[in-house]
């Protein structure tokens, strides 16, 4: 089993690596990042992961980076440092490894029991499935998986479940792909969207990168870096607007008061304003970076704005969840 870090190059130039700083890998996973960062300049690596597998797997980096690197288990959404940093990388998602371990649920390329749970612990997406109303699970395939087929999964879903539980991927998948009328020769599986919403619910993924953010922004000197490799829409338009509106701050004046002070000073500077997507050979090369995205930002001297809220995409499903877990 391996892991291939995505935009990996595109990561470490936006980074701005550099001798004697600082840099958090705020989702260690597989530790791509960690390990390019420390063989790249003479620097730190503070490192996240809330998976307790990617912990395990950090240990033998932590003893041979001989005190230039520290693993610490925990939502990136905490991310809380003693000291300001040069740089903070976020690779959202899931890793190569846990999409590998079948065990763990994230996929249906084999069967196991339909958990999606990162940290191992909590109700799992078998939970959500056999828990949730016909309503908040149409909300949630529509909103957080935007399928458009949400209502005929969701009412196929109710009614299987009648007859007994659902907990394993592939059942779990072909029942939203009969749901739908096949494939009908679709390039990705009908489930496929179904299997975000449910991992991002389970995990409150949109929730954590909202306060990941925030720590980040609090977190950064002067002059750091912020990049975020984001692979779906709503992750990359959080992260979009979450950069634009702290870059675009200055209130803008008229002909009328063309003297209008700034309404907040602005906590980032975007010196690229478009997305950076990987190149034709890395897609060939590795099939899961094809929906990736980079964006990058430089921190101001402005003092970090007010927590960026989470947002509610899908409340009917978020509330049920709630009293689920």
């Known amino acids: 089993m391996s892991h291939a870090p995505v935009l990996l190059a595109e990561a470490m130039d936006s980074l701005a690596l550099r001798d004697g700083g600082v840099f958090v890998d705020a989702t260690f996973g597989g530790g791509g990042y ?24 950090g240990a033998e980096l932590t003893q041979s980076a001989k005190g230039k690197f520290t693993l610490h288990q925990g939502r990136f959404g905490d991310l809380s440092l003693d000291e300001p940093v040069d740089g903070v990388v976020f690779d959202l998602g899931v890793s190569s490894f846990q999409l590998d371990e079948a065990e763990r649920g994230f996929s249906f390329q ?68 009969d ?21 991002l619910l389970v995990n409150d993924e949109l929730g954590e990168l909202a306060r990941g953010l925030s720590a980040a922004e609090r977190a950064l000197k002067p002059g750091g870096r912020l990049v975020v490799v984001s692979f779906h829409s709503l992750e990359d338009r959080m992260v979009k607007l979450f950069l634009t509106a702290r870059a675009d701050a200055q209130g803008r004046g008229s002909r009328y008061a063309p003297d209008l002070p700034p309404e907040r000073a602005p906590s980032f500077a975007l010196e690229r304003k478009r997305a950076t997507a990987p190149s034709d050979e890395e897609t060939a090369r590795n099939p899961r970076a094809r929906s990736a995205s980079l964006r990058w930002a430089v921190r101001t001297e402005a003092p970090a704005w007010d927590e960026l809220e989470p947002p509610s995409l899908a409340p009917k499903a978020e509330a049920e969840w709630a009293k689920l877990s």
């Open 110 to 177: 084999a069967d196991a029991d339909l958990d999606m749970r990162m940290e191992k612990e909590g109700p799992s997406a078998a939970d959500a499935v056999n828990g949730l109303s016909e309503v908040a699970l149409a909300d949630l395939i529509y909103r957080y998986g935007e399928d458009d087929e949400s209502r005929r999964i969701a009412r196929a879903i109710v009614q299987a479940r009648a007859a007994a539980p659902i907990t394993r991927t592939l059942a779990f998948a072909k029942l939203v792909e």
């Open 34 to 57: 960690s390990r390019e960062m420390l063989a790249r300049a003479d620097c730190r690596v503070i490192a996240f992961d809330r998976d307790p597998d990617a912990i395990a797997r």
């Open 179 to 199: 749901s739908v009328g096949g494939r009908r020769g679709a390039r990705t599986h009908p489930a496929t969207k179904t299997f975000q919403a449910l991992r």
